[in-house]
């Protein structure tokens, strides 16, 4: 048996050069907006169910974190913008404070969104005139709060696409985010049988190593024994899932984890969120609208318990997170995010691929291990040591990135979390066995 590493805490990080910082800044802030200008103002304000948070709240809150842990805490001369905000745009911070409860984001009608915009402005105006140089100083330790910061506009910006999604899906009018591409005509247009990838057990190096942003839920580094699996080289499709349908696979209590169970009993769960039957045909909403389903895109909104009976009705199971990161360790990052316009998984190859395909850009995978940490993890000190710590319980961990996910914030070793009922993110299947 190869010797363990012993992890270690620390980690070198290397520091972004405030002019790359910059650039980011105006990129990544400006970018959150374009995906608010499809919107109109009534659509701002919406939460459909607890977990979607209204458009306009994300477009505050991202702003709330920069004056808070940026510019509140430090910078010289600085005037939050109305300082009721510290309590109605923290999201879960107690360190920093009272929250205004989640579940109620959406009966604010103020601050109206043009008065959201013009707090994002005035954010954006002190921050860029810090990053310029232009204005007094402020501590260079600030500048890895600000690349968290931009980080965490990142991960709202899927938030603010799958929740406008939802809030869309609740409208019988099915509105259109974006127009895109009509899904591919045929209903049997073939595609390759899955081929499995075999890996041999060893001992691998799981979590973050290098010098460039991770979070800390990524550390330490560490050894751990991975014993050998296949992993499938390509998503379930939607045609697949169908065929567990057709199998009973919502009926039989034999396929399923005790809860999960329950929840399909007691919602009448029948079919990922967003399947819609329609005259006797499958449809799927998305963000370009009802759309007749797609039997060879992969099989999108599932929940964990979804994805683990569809691997039980097969007789595999679901990829371990380490052996995900063993799987995509060769596996070049890539990333469609809104280069194309549209917010769809890649369909499955037709003919037989050599290595995995699907592993960054199309959907997030649930994995079969919970979210919990690394041995040897600390959260970092102070209030932003809640951003990822003391979530790690209840929750199973996702890896890869959806097609919803931005570029720069896909990494191999990217650790998303839900709980195992949710379904409203770009959620889909990989099997291992
Ligand atoms: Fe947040």
């Not at 205004?100 to 707090?119: H, I, K, M, N, Q």
Request: glycine share 8%.
């Amino acid at each position: 048996m190869p010797q363990l590493n012993t992890p270690k805490q620390e980690r070198t990080v290397e520091p972004i050069s405030v002019g790359e910082l910059a650039d980011a800044y105006t990129h990544i802030r400006r970018f959150t907006e374009s995906l608010a200008a499809p919107l109109e103002t009534e659509d701002y304000v919406v939460q459909s169910m607890p977990d979607v948070s209204p458009t306009r709240w994300h477009l505050a809150h991202t702003t709330w974190f920069l004056e808070t842990f940026v510019l509140g805490d430090g910078a010289p001369g600085y005037k939050p913008f109305d300082p009721a905000f510290t309590e109605l745009f923290n999201s879960y911070y107690n360190a920093v404070g009272q929250q205004f409860p989640r579940d109620r984001r959406g009966l604010l009608s103020r601050p109206t969104v043009r008065e959201v915009f013009a707090y994002r402005k005035h954010v954006d105006d002190h921050m860029s005139e810090w990053l310029a140089g232009d204005g007094p100083g402020m501590a260079p330790e600030k500048l890895p709060i600000v690349e968290l910061g931009l980080h965490h506009e990142q991960q709202h910006q899927e938030l603010i696409l799958t929740d406008i999604k939802h809030v869309f899906s609740c409208n019988p009018l099915h509105p259109i985010y974006r127009p895109g591409a009509t899904a591919r005509d045929g209903v049997s247009q073939p595609v390759a049988p899955i081929e499995w990838i075999h890996h041999d057990e060893g001992v691998r190096r799981i979590g973050y190593v290098g010098g460039g942003f991770s979070h800390d839920n990524e550390h330490p580094a560490h050894d751990e024994l991975v014993h050998d699996f296949d992993i499938a080289n390509r998503l379930i499709t939607n045609g697949e899932y169908l065929q567990f349908m057709a199998g009973g696979g919502y009926e039989r209590s034999e396929l399923w984890l005790s809860d999960g169970w329950a929840t399909v009993r007691d919602q009448g769960r029948r079919a990922p969120l967003y399947w819609v039957e329609r005259d006797g045909a499958w449809h799927e909403f998305t963000l370009s609208g009802l759309r007749p389903l797609d039997p060879t895109e992969p099989v999108c909104h599932v929940s964990y318990y979804e994805a683990d009976a569809y691997a039980r009705f097969f007789g595999v199971y679901l990829p371990r997170e380490n052996a995900w990161e063993t799987a995509a360790a060769d596996v070049p990052l890539e990333g469609r995010f809104a280069e194309d316009g549209h917010f769809h998984p890649r369909p499955a190859p037709r003919t037989g691929a050599t290595g995995p395909v699907q592993m960054f850009g199309d959907l997030w995978e649930w994995t079969c291990s919970p979210y919990v940490a690394y041995p040897g993890y600390r959260p970092q000190p102070g209030a932003l040591g809640e951003y990822n710590g003391k979530f790690m319980v209840n929750q199973m961990t996702l890896r890869g990135g959806s097609c919803a996910t931005p570029l720069t914030h896909i990494r191999r070793t990217y650790r998303n979390f839900f709980p195992p009922n949710a379904r409203w993110q770009f959620t889909g299947i990989r099997l291992a066995r």
